[in-house]
T-cell receptor
Framework: GESVGLHLPTLSVQEGDNSIINCAYS??????FIWYKQESGKGPQFIID?????DKRQGQRVTVLLNKTVKHLSLQIAATQPGDSAVYFC?????????????FGKGTHLIIQP | NAGVTQTPKFRVLKTGQSMTLLCAQD?????MYWYRQDPGMGLRLIHY???????AKGEVPDGYNVSRLKKQNFLLGLESAAPSQTSVYFC?????????????FGPGTRLTVL
């Protein structure tokens, strides 16, 4: 499958600040992207997704931005809280046809400084 | 709703032993997946199923077998465990469409092969 990667393995931010987690993808034909949060010892938890026909989507305290020109995806978390501390994964969704799962990046560990 | 559940949560095997991991979902999802997660890595797809009675290979299927006899259950088998199969295994299910695939994950099974 195609690779989906994150720029930084670790990101440290102050509590209350905004966090921006980045992801690059290589396949210009990718049509669906999704962000997951994984807390220690738990399974990945869905945060937000976006289709390739959109460039921005907002959820509760989170925003995903998609720049298809440079094949870049970002997750913005507003007013970061201690509970946001986790590993964040971006994933590249199916491209039509068979259900071949999601292709995950390696993850960025978000650390919240008090 | 319990969502996606996995049993067991932990298991230690000796090389050559066999075992079966059970995944169950109560969301009436057609699609189910098995992933493995190794330290510092994203999740890699082992096998998946697009419906009861169907299975297909993912990215890393060697050494594993699966069965989907009932829609709500997806079993992952290791016939002869090897140390390289030490990992955390996650099951997921989804109601995939042609443009989206929001997968919901179980809590994981931590397997150690000695």
């Amino acid at each position: 499958g195609e690779s989906v990667g994150l720029h930084l393995p670790t990101l440290s931010v102050q509590e209350g600040d905004n966090s921006i987690i980045n992801c690059a993808y290589s396949n210009s034909a990718s049509d669906y992207f999704i962000w997951y949060k994984q807390e220690s010892g738990k399974g990945p938890q869905f945060i937000i997704d976006i289709r390739s026909n959109m460039d921005k989507r907002q959820g509760q305290r989170v925003t995903v931005l998609l720049n298809k020109t440079v094949k870049h995806l970002s997750l913005q978390i507003a007013a970061t809280q201690p509970g946001d501390s986790a590993v964040y994964f971006c994933a590249d969704g199916p491209r039509g046809g068979g259900a071949d799962g999601l292709t995950f990046g390696k993850g960025t560990h978000l650390i919240i400084q008090p | 709703n319990a969502g996606v559940t996995q049993t067991p949560k932990f298991r230690v095997l000796k090389t050559g032993q066999s075992m079966t991991l059970l995944c169950a979902q109560d969301m009436n999802h057609e699609y189910m997946y098995w992933y493995r997660q190794d330290p510092g890595m994203g999740l890699r797809l082992i096998h998946y199923s697009v419906g009861e009675g169907t299975t297909a290979k993912g990215e890393v299927p060697d050494g594993y077998n699966v069965s989907r006899l009932k829609k709500q259950n997806f079993l992952l088998g290791l016939e002869s465990a090897a140390p390289s199969q030490t990992s955390v295994y996650f099951c997921a299910s989804s109601t995939r469409t042609s443009v989206a695939d929001t997968q919901y994950f179980g809590p994981g099974t931590r397997l150690t092969v000695l």
